[in-house]
């Protein structure tokens, strides 16, 4: 795997290198951004890799949960300045969701991917921000970006959502499970509550009324989180 970012630092080098080098004041300060820059991307190339594994796993349930968990940081979520750029460890998180929204349509999650694109359009429309990245992202990387994360999905193997079955007719399948959370949610929010309830109780509660495996839950895991965040996100 470092192998693999190793080699997209080399291709970003040879996109940024200014093509006539000379020792001057201007020169030295160029080649100390383009440094900074291709470092910066090792810890960006992993964390687009580590979004990549969760759409893999998870599919729409993972990328409508991460959206929303993106979005809370605000403006941030669209701009940085040069400064905390170059000290950064994570991408903004705008060219996260971009990236994300590819792959997912790639994965034939179309619908999905569309409807999380429209809504940080909206809301990127609706802050006034535009994309400056200050050279740390150009739609001209996106190649170097996409071939590298194809080669480390590649390498690591992840199951993926589509080949996910249950260990029998009884188990609950998770990926499943959190993707009619959202539906749900999304379409019937009065009754998302009375649903949640009732699919507790016929997954988790034994006929002995006691939790069984999680007996620290009340409800379960997924859709408690996805509403606990919805709710947030609202306020």
Not at 47 to 62: K, R, S, T
Not at 201 to 229: A, C, Q, R, Y
Request: proline fraction near 3%.
């Amino acid at each position: 795997m470092i192998d693999l970012i190793k080699e997209l630092q080399d291709k970003l080098e040879e996109l940024l290198a200014p093509p006539f080098q000379q020792n001057d004041r201007r020169s030295t300060a160029e080649r100390h951004r383009v440094k900074k820059i291709i470092e910066t991307w090792f810890d960006w190339t992993e964390e687009l890799f580590c979004d990549a594994v969760g759409l893999v796993i998870g599919g729409g349930a993972f990328l409508k949960t991460f959206s929303l968990y993106l979005r809370m940081s605000g403006r941030e979520a669209f701009y940085l300045t040069e400064n905390d750029l170059e000290n950064s460890m994570h991408p903004v998180s705008l060219i996260r969701i971009k990236f994300l929204v590819v792959r997912a349509k790639q994965l034939g999650l179309t619908d999905e991917a569309k409807q999380i694109e429209a809504e940080w359009n909206q809301l990127s429309a609706t802050m006034r921000l535009q994309q400056i990245y200050h050279g740390y992202y150009a739609a001209s990387y996106d190649p170097i970006i996409t071939d590298t994360l194809d080669c480390m999905i590649e390498e690591a193997n992840p199951i993926c959502f589509k080949d996910q079955k249950p260990l029998d007719a009884t188990a609950v399948n998770f990926v499943d499970l959190i993707s009619e959370a959202w539906h749900r949610l999304a379409t019937n929010e009065s009754e998302f509550e009375k649903w949640q309830e009732a699919l507790f109780d016929h997954n988790f509660i034994d006929d002995s009324k006691k939790v069984t495996g999680i007996d620290h839950l009340k409800e379960p895991v997924g859709t408690k989180t996805i509403h606990n965040m919805q709710s947030s996100h609202d306020k």
